[in-house]
């Protein structure tokens, strides 16, 4: 049986003056129109053109995939907060919310790390990447890492349920994350707190140093290389990914790990911005900057787009 009290919770937002209402609303509207559109574009680019059916793209369309159910999760609600200054929402919706933010942002860290594993076979083995990194190992791993995040994440989330909620019933945040919502329990939170603990080290800490391991041998293994533009080729093919680990990573590093509990939320809203709302937009900005093959893609999807409407007219 729940242990729920609180029945609804007030999302005080941002708390903006009511003359920025409308430069909040049209920003995040952008924002979010550009991060679905963006990844959705990926996932077009990657399903149509035969130059980009390789495991590195598969695997960034899956990021694709996280990054839009991530910004869905969390925009339309800053959205309605923009609007409506007293927004309310159940208690239930805010644990749903929790729920698909937390999936999310722990397939962003297993499919990061998927994808510095298969970027250290093909640079530093080569020769064995093709038997390896074969169609059935992609989908066992994003198989895996959904079915791994959905599952892990219910675990502390049912955990959550459980304990009572005696209020107050305000959350200083734009959205429902962990701490906002155990802070309103009156109940022994040590459990949830143990549970999140093992199982971040689990599905984050350890990740990130697997990342970290993959790349100092990919940077060995391209010292080694004797070309110049052998090098630069090289290290091209993983630039785009380190990029969007160093961006994910930092900003979620620096929320949960770097700050401490007396640190002002508003600093804490505003980091949580960065990897809840930047990092999904700027994902396909920055492998489409960074790559030559997205960048073809791109040319030849809007040419054919063209070509198709001159025929039909």
């Not at 700027?282 to 070509?307: C, G």
């Amino acid at each position: 049986m729940l242990g729920i009290n609180l029945t609804i919770i007030h999302l005080l937002g941002f708390q903006e003056t009511h003359r920025a209402t409308f430069i909040v609303f049209f920003l995040f509207f952008v924002v979010y129109c550009g991060t679905v559109c963006g990844n959705l574009l990926i996932i077009i680019l990657v399903s149509t053109s035969k130059n980009l059916h390789t495991p590195m793209y598969f695997f960034l369309t899956q990021l694709s995939v996280s990054d839009i159910i991530l910004a869905t999760d969390i925009l339309p609600n800053i959205l309605h907060m923009a609007v409506v200054k007293d927004n309310m929402i159940s208690f239930i919706d805010c644990i749903v919310q929790f729920y698909f933010f937390d999936v999310s942002e722990t397939v962003d860290c297993l499919l990061l790390t998927v994808m510095s594993y298969d970027r250290y076979l093909a640079i530093c083995h080569p020769l064995h990447y093709m038997y390896i990194v074969n169609c059935p190992f992609c989908l066992r791993m994003v198989v895996g890492t959904w079915m791994m995040s959905a599952s892990v994440v219910l675990i502390h989330t049912l955990t959550i349920t459980t304990l009572n909620f005696c209020g107050p019933n305000k959350i200083d945040h734009f959205f429902c994350d962990l701490d906002p919502i155990l802070q309103l329990s009156c109940s022994d939170i040590t459990m949830v707190e143990i549970e999140v603990t093992i199982l971040s080290a689990l599905l984050v800490v350890i990740p990130f140093f697997i990342i970290i391991i993959s790349y100092i041998y990919i940077i060995f293994t391209i010292l080694q290389i004797p070309s110049i533009t052998g090098r630069q080729k090289a290290f091209s093919t993983c630039s785009s990914h380190l990029g969007v680990v160093s961006m994910y990573y930092g900003t979620l590093l620096s929320v949960y790990l770097v700050p401490n509990r007396n640190q002002s939320w508003k600093i804490t809203k505003f980091l949580s911005l960065l990897y809840t709302v930047v990092t999904p937009l700027m994902n396909p900005i920055v492998y489409s900057l960074r790559n030559k093959d997205l960048q073809n893609a791109v040319k030849k999807f809007i040419s054919d787009l063209f070509n198709s409407e001159r025929n039909y007219y």
